[in-house]
C-alpha cells in the first residue's frame, strides 16, 4: 500500500518553480523519498530520490522536512513539457517494492 | 542511464487469446523485475515481483495462472496474458531496479496498451 498522500492536481505558470508536496508521516528511518512522473500513456521517469539530507539533480530539488514526514518536489523552472502525473513513493532501502499513490496532476500553464 | 525496453508497444487481440508481452533490460542486468497494470485515469498498481530463475510472486488479488511470469534471464522477463477478455484491456508497465546499490531506483519500460476485442 502507498504511504504516501499528495493533493490531486496543482497548476503553475511557465517558467516558474512548481512546488509538489508529499505527506509521508508513517516514514520509517530506513525508508527513502522517490519521485516520480508520468506523461500521459507513457512509463514513470525516474527524478530523483532521497533519504534525509535536501537533493539536487540536472532536473529538480528534492527538499526533506527534519522529521521526514514530508518533502517537497520543486521543479525551478517549469515548462509546459512538465504537465504530467507526479508520483511520491517511500520505499525501504533493500526493499523491492514501489507502491505508487494517486499521484499530483501538474499543469503547467503558458 | 538505466534503459528498460518492453515490446510491443501496442497489441490488439480477440477475446480467448493470449498475448506475450516482453520486458528487457538493455543495459544492466535484472534479478529482479515488476509488472504493474494502469487503467484510465488510475495510478500504477503493482502485479507482481518478477525473479530471475524462481516463481514470480503476485500481489493479493492477481490471478497467478491468467498473468503468467517467466523470468528465464537476466535481462529478460515476459507477461503473458492467457486467455483474455477485454477486462483484462489495460496499460501494462515494467520496471527493473538498475544500479548495484540497494536504494537505486526503479527504471520503467514504456508500457503496453493491451486491447481485448
Same mark, same amino acid.
Not at chain 1, 518536489?73 to 517511500?90: E, F, G
Given at each position: 500500500d502507498?504511504?504516501?498522500?499528495?493533493p490531486?492536481?496543482m497548476?503553475c505558470?511557465?517558467g516558474?518553480?512548481?512546488?509538489l508536496?508529499c505527506?509521508h508521516?508513517?516514514?520509517?528511518?530506513?525508508?527513502?523519498?522517490?519521485?516520480?512522473?508520468?506523461?500521459?500513456?507513457?512509463?514513470p521517469?525516474?527524478?530523483?530520490?532521497?533519504?534525509?539530507?535536501?537533493?539536487?539533480?540536472?532536473?529538480?530539488?528534492?527538499i526533506?522536512t527534519?522529521d521526514?514526514?514530508?518533502s517537497t518536489?520543486?521543479?525551478?523552472?517549469?515548462?509546459?513539457r512538465?504537465?504530467a502525473?507526479y508520483?511520491?513513493?517511500?520505499?525501504?532501502?533493500?526493499?523491492?517494492?514501489?507502491?505508487?499513490g494517486t499521484?499530483t496532476?501538474l499543469?503547467v500553464i503558458? | 542511464g538505466?534503459?528498460?525496453?518492453?515490446?510491443?508497444?501496442?497489441?490488439i487481440c480477440k477475446s480467448?487469446t %493470449?498475448?506475450?508481452?516482453?520486458?528487457? +533490460?538493455?543495459?544492466?542486468?535484472?534479478? =529482479?523485475m515488476?509488472w504493474?497494470r494502469?487503467?484510465? #485515469?488510475q %495510478?500504477?498498481?503493482l502485479?507482481?515481483? +518478477?525473479n530471475?530463475?524462481s516463481?514470480? =510472486?503476485?500481489?493479493q488479488g492477481?490471478?497467478?495462472? #491468467?498473468f503468467l511470469?517467466n523470468h528465464?534471464?537476466?535481462t529478460?522477463?515476459?507477461?503473458t496474458? =492467457?486467455s483474455?477478455?477485454?477486462?483484462?484491456s489495460?496499460?501494462y508497465?515494467?520496471?527493473a531496479?538498475?544500479?548495484?546499490?540497494?536504494?537505486?531506483?526503479?527504471?520503467f519500460?514504456?508500457?503496453?496498451?493491451?486491447?481485448v476485442?
Amino acid at each position: 500500500d502507498a504511504k504516501t498522500t499528495q493533493p490531486p492536481s496543482m497548476d503553475c505558470a511557465e517558467g516558474r518553480a512548481a512546488n509538489l508536496p508529499c505527506n509521508h508521516s508513517t516514514i520509517s528511518g530506513n525508508e527513502y523519498v522517490y519521485w516520480y512522473r508520468q506523461i500521459h500513456s507513457q512509463g514513470p521517469q525516474y527524478i530523483i530520490h532521497g533519504l534525509k539530507n535536501n537533493e539536487t539533480n540536472e532536473m529538480a530539488s528534492l527538499i526533506i522536512t527534519e522529521d521526514r514526514k514530508s518533502s517537497t518536489l520543486i521543479l525551478p523552472h517549469a515548462t509546459l513539457r512538465d504537465t504530467a502525473v507526479y508520483y511520491c513513493i517511500v520505499r525501504v532501502e533493500g526493499g523491492n517494492q514501489f507502491y505508487f499513490g494517486t499521484g499530483t496532476s501538474l499543469t503547467v500553464i503558458p | 542511464g538505466a534503459v528498460v525496453s518492453q515490446h510491443p508497444s501496442r497489441v490488439i487481440c480477440k477475446s480467448g487469446t %493470449s498475448v506475450k508481452i516482453e520486458c528487457r +533490460s538493455l543495459d544492466f542486468q535484472a534479478t =529482479t523485475m515488476f509488472w504493474y497494470r494502469q487503467f484510465p #485515469k488510475q %495510478s500504477l498498481m503493482l502485479m507482481a515481483t +518478477s525473479n530471475e530463475g524462481s516463481k514470480a =510472486t503476485y500481489e493479493q488479488g492477481v490471478e497467478k495462472d #491468467k498473468f503468467l511470469i517467466n523470468h528465464a534471464s537476466l535481462t529478460l522477463s515476459t507477461l503473458t496474458v =492467457t486467455s483474455a477478455h477485454p477486462e483484462d484491456s489495460s496499460f501494462y508497465i515494467c520496471s527493473a531496479r538498475g544500479g548495484g546499490r540497494s536504494n537505486s531506483p526503479l527504471h520503467f519500460g514504456n508500457g503496453t496498451r493491451l486491447t481485448v476485442t
